[in-house]
């Protein structure tokens, strides 16, 4: 009788293990790092749909759902759409005022080679080490005050958009030094003059750069609350950050079902815009900041 052994071509467990060992541990702290962040966002948007006794119990998951705290928000705090729009519009006003000077500066530094480009570069990387958002908050007072712009929603945006100004030309500035500067010079012997280089040859091609700082920008406008509260004093004129504090100033009448409610409403905005551009930021990312 003739035995047959037949050995098995399956690599032992250990093996693979050890071949794919880096890739493991590295998406393993990927994915807890992911939970730490998600989690929370998951418990409060859990939260916000919480009947008042489930809330107090602690489970994550409620045994009945309730979405009358959305409408509690919406009648309690009367400005709310209001307030809403306020945030909206500093915030599409910051992004488009901010990412037009971020090109116009980017551009010149890199291709129109401005006498002085270095110094002003290195200004530019000097602000980043100061808390100008702190320091200058007197100062920033002081001008609002004297250009009336107290208590105006528009004259929010002068403030916002000196907040990552800076970031943003650089950002910028390392985007277009990718643009070969061969490519601009041809176009120049083609006749097509500073303005129209810049709209239909480098622009396009730094795309992934105006993403980032549109990202930047919007999360830091969205979210800014020390230059709202300190500038505006009508609930009018205020933006949601404000309003979210001023709701968990008031726990004697507002229950955390409903806290979770107002906390949904302003995250959601950010969420959903960096959900549509991630691709393009961590792109832009990587092209622009890490050169730079």
């Not at 035995?3 to 998406?27: C, D, L, M, Q, Y």
């Not at 998951?61 to 705090?77: D, L, S």
């Not at 030309?169 to 303005?195: C, N, T, Y």
């Not at 622009?203 to 920008?217: D, E, K, S, T, Y």
Request: with cysteine.
């Amino acid at each position: 009788m003739t035995h047959e052994i037949v050995h098995s071509t399956r690599p032992p467990a250990n093996g693979w293990f050890k071949r794919n060992r880096s890739i493991i541990i590295r998406h393993g702290v990927i994915n807890f790092f992911v939970v730490i962040i998600l989690l929370p966002l998951a418990w409060v948007l859990m939260m916000s749909v919480k009947s008042l006794p489930d809330a107090m119990r602690g489970n994550f998951w409620p045994r009945k759902f309730n979405f009358t705290h959305y409408g509690y928000v919406f009648q309690k705090i009367e400005t709310l759409p209001v307030n809403m729009f306020n945030s909206i519009y500093v915030t599409a006003g910051t992004v488009l005022l901010t990412t037009l000077c971020a090109v116009l500066a980017g551009y010149a530094l890199v291709h129109l080679r401005p006498r002085g480009g270095g110094v002003v570069v290195a200004a530019l990387l000097v602000s980043l080490y100061f808390p100008t958002r702190v320091v200058s908050i007197i100062s920033i007072y002081e001008i609002q005050n004297y250009l009336d712009l107290i208590n105006s929603t528009t004259g929010l945006i002068l403030p916002y958009v000196t907040l990552n100004l800076a970031i943003s030309i650089l950002i910028m500035r390392s985007v277009f030094q990718l643009v070969p500067h061969e490519v601009i010079e041809a176009a120049k012997v083609d006749g097509a003059g500073p303005w129209r280089t810049l709209l239909t040859i480098a622009l396009p091609m730094a795309r992934n750069g105006l993403v980032v700082i549109f990202i930047v920008n919007f999360v830091t406008a969205w979210g800014e609350f020390l230059l709202c509260t300190t500038l505006t004093n009508d609930q009018n004129a205020r933006t949601m950050p404000v309003v979210l504090a001023g709701a968990q100033g008031g726990l004697g009448q507002w229950s955390w079902p409903n806290l979770a409610a107002v906390y949904v409403i302003v995250v959601i905005p950010g969420i959903v815009a960096f959900t549509f551009a991630q691709k393009l930021f961590f792109k832009g990312m990587m092209e622009g900041v890490v050169k730079g």
